[in-house]
């Protein structure tokens, strides 16, 4: 029989309260006080009559990020048969992701499910797709910018830091030193078709990107934790190889894309990560594309919508 593993949860509203704990768990479970910095909260609005039957209340508090703020609260030290009940309990506003307390203690907290909702400060890194290339409006990231800076232009920050060409692994090695004078609460990933590109002719020098994407993105991961930040990964948009040309030798097809989908997207599952599926608005609408690879302007504000209404 396998042994249960500790788990430490951070709780600072409903999951507090012993009542709740005895009706979840069947017992009070051990805590410790904890603070939460870079955080404060917001009233969140609860529907499922069970959930409101368990907590005597239909509003619930949510996460959202600020600087200088910080929510006092308390470490809840549980059981994987405790963590899959209050999993079950937390309703789809929120997923369970991992949080740096101000104690520098890595811990699961319940976030806002919509990854950039709660978000302040964001910095992107990725490729030239993130980048905005072929829009001189500067692509998707621009119209998330403006979108995001609107929302509160005292607060809110979005810095693209994509590099045209840009893999996972130069994305990996690149970022550490960009985030420190930024102070992101959210990284948000846009690379990893470089990764999939297939040499045209047979040579040794190179090097299957997609083997490596779990150990890129396990890095980027740990970057981001380190500045208590929330990992958000957004995914390959789709190729149309009948136009993609010769990259310098390289070639994109829709196989390797959609490998790469599938790869980033059960590194995330695994990993409770956040991925936003870019796939489905520019499949087959090569319209949208300018060469197979790169979107078109249009195809640019086509990306951005569905972004925002994955994330907010």
Not at 181 to 205: F, M
Not at 269 to 275: A, F, H
Request: glycine letters at 6%; a negative charge; proline letters at 7%.
């Amino acid at each position: 029989m396998t042994e249960s593993r500790p788990h430490a949860l951070f709780s600072f509203g409903t999951l507090m309260d012993e009542r709740v704990q005895t009706a979840l768990f069947g017992r009070p479970v051990p805590s410790s006080p904890a603070s939460l910095a870079g955080y404060t909260t917001r009233p969140q609005p609860i529907t499922d009559p069970a959930v409101i039957a368990a907590s005597g209340l239909d509003v619930h508090l949510t996460l959202e990020r600020r600087i200088g703020a910080a929510v006092e609260g308390v470490v809840l030290h549980l059981t994987d048969q405790d963590l899959a009940a209050a999993d079950a309990y937390e309703v789809d506003d929120y997923a369970r992701r991992r949080v740096l307390l101000s104690s520098g203690e890595s811990v699961w907290a319940y976030l806002d499910a919509k990854p950039l909702r709660p978000a302040a400060r964001i910095v992107i890194v990725g490729d030239s797709i993130a980048y905005g290339r072929c829009d001189p409006q500067g692509g998707w990231a621009a119209h998330l910018a403006a979108a995001h800076i609107a929302e509160n232009e005292a607060a809110h920050r979005v810095f693209n830091l994509a590099i045209p060409g840009s893999t996972l692994t130069g994305v990996s090695e690149q970022t550490p030193p960009l985030l420190a004078p930024r102070l992101p609460d959210t990284l948000l990933v846009a690379a990893g078709i470089n990764d999939s590109a297939v040499p045209l002719a047979a040579t040794e020098a190179h090097v299957d990107g997609l083997a490596h994407i779990a150990d890129n993105l396990g890095s980027l991961a740990a970057i981001a934790m380190r500045h208590n930040a929330r990992l958000v990964v957004a995914g390959p948009t789709w190729v149309d190889e009948e136009r993609t040309r010769d990259y310098e030798g390289l070639r994109f097809t829709e196989a390797r894309a959609l490998a790469l989908r599938e790869c980033m997207q059960a590194w995330c599952d695994e990993n409770y990560v956040d991925y936003l599926d870019m796939w489905e608005p520019l499949r087959d609408k090569p319209e949208l594309l300018v060469d197979g690879v790169h979107p078109t302007p249009e195809g640019h504000q086509t990306l951005y919508k569905h972004l925002d209404a994955l994330s907010r």
